[in-house]
């Protein structure tokens, strides 16, 4: 007679390893493609260094931006149109100021 079949305790032991073996094997198949689809992203993301550098490019950029715009309504308002537009460019902190100097100047 087989050993299982005369200890019962044996045969639920049993019962149970397969039980845990079928479920790491459905976790690793799981795992396998997880593994695979994050591998086939990795050569497609930035380095730390060429994220850096395309931040201080648009960095710059924006700069440039800011100063031809400041340039630009400046030319077209008069300076107190280039007071609140350079307000508005440097932050929202700063415009109650510049509404004091303008009423003050007006």
Do not use: C
Not at 12 to 21: I, S, T
Not at 49 to 56: D, I, L, N, Q
Request: aromatic fraction near 2%.
């Amino acid at each position: 007679m087989d050993q299982a079949a005369e200890n019962p305790a044996l045969e639920a032991r049993v019962g149970w390893l397969e039980q845990d073996l079928h479920e790491m094997k459905l976790t690793l198949g799981r795992l396998e493609r997880l593994i695979v689809s994050i591998h086939a992203q990795i050569s497609h993301l930035a380095t730390k260094a060429e994220a850096e550098r395309a931040r201080g490019d648009l960095e710059t950029k924006i700069e440039q931006l800011r100063g031809e715009l400041r340039v630009g309504l400046a030319k077209l308002g008069g300076t107190h149109l280039g007071l609140v537009v350079a307000g508005i460019i440097a932050g929202a902190a700063y415009l109650p100021i510049l509404a004091r100097a303008f009423h003050a100047g007006s």
